[in-house]
């Protein structure tokens, strides 16, 4: 047993309907409370009715009533307007400052066992999730209806990221956005260099050359430090060339080429295929990024994005050695990945920051326009009959895993919540 869980029976008013108090008295939950998630009484504005009396006033839970004296409530006047002191077990009765007993429920045994028996089932549980065994056979719609408050969080979450970066930029926007774009660009794998790439090469420098695709290509593959040592072809000697003019001319310094991930990477994810599409957008958008935020549909958004790498890696992967001949695109389902993780997050964090709730809005819809992500972890949701129909609901599912599955809160879960109130045989 864990207060936890009596927070959660306490909340949700799990308790049989008739309850008496220690001294006696009929107890009726009118309102359990707001839960206090800061210090003081566990509960705060509760509503009861003792005996004949209509209290207003706050609700303190613990395992054992002793637990009072263990956590020196009594030298805490925080605690003097206690109402009512839930207890498991009542080893010890507590008296209130002016000597009269708090009224005190003992819980134990005042709760259907199957909640109990639930609830350490999903505790014990070792699989991929604490439900496995039992989300399954979930009929309630509990997940859809919750999926867009779990995409929020999410994008919430993503919101810390973004917030860092644009105090690091001294709140200039499109500089924000520049280096958030960019960091998504890397597609996790590379993440990391493409976003010290991009602090490493200003929007302002950037911007001083979008018109010349080749310097800019020059200026990305130099930063990222892949023209330092010499390659085979006029291609890559063209580019080091221009590159070592504009080192001087701006005071540059790449970042150590080591920094970039190639193995265990498909050669179309390859970042030297990336930079070169990176560059393409930036071209492509003058260096300017909120005409891609403010694109008046997914379509104008997606067609920003669609870009292929230069002619030079038609028949290169890398800068060392030829290939067979294939146009290096940047397929449809990386540019909904760049949407998702990229531009979604950023137009609701500059919505929220902004007052502006209908971008916030254009986001959400953006999301249920997006086809559902495919990945292992989605994947291990479709077996527990958890369908995805869009790329909301599986930002919904991402959360879900990484906030309460990961963590074991599952009494602070909507799924938990209706696994561990279900009728026995009958969910």
Known sequence: MNEEFLYYLWKFRLLYPELITVQ???LVILHPGERNTDSGPDFLNARL??????WAGNVEIHIHASDWFKHRHQDDPAYNNIILHVVYENDLCIKHENKFNFPTLVVKNQFPHRISDNY??????????????????LKDPVFLLWSPGLTIDRLRSKSEVIDQIWESCQKDWEETFY???????GFKINSLPFELLAKSLPLRIIRQHVHHYFQLEALLYGQ???LERKSPGDYPTKLASEYSFLRQKYGLNPIPVQYWKFLRLRPSNFPTLRISQWAEILHRNKGFFFPL???????????MLNVNSSKYWNDHYTFDKTSVYQV?????????????NGIVPFMFNYGEKQSQPLIKEKAIRILEQLPAEENSLISKWEKTGINSENALQTQALI?????YCEKKICLHCRIGNALLAAKEKEI
């Open 179 to 185: 280096r958030y774009l960019s960091m998504n660009f």
């Open 24 to 26: 006696g008295e009929s």
């Open 293 to 303: 935020m403010a694109a008046d549909s997914l379509m104008a958004m997606k067609t």
């Open 399 to 403: 959360e879900l895993k990484h906030s």
């Open 49 to 54: 009715r003792i005996g004949k009396t209509v």
């Open 328 to 340: 290096k695109l940047l397929g449809d389902q990386s540019v909904n990945l760049l949407i998702i």
């Open 120 to 137: 350490q089932s999903l505790m014990l549980n070792k699989q991929w999730i604490p439900c496995y065994n039992q989300i399954i056979n």
């Open 224 to 226: 990222a430090g892949m």
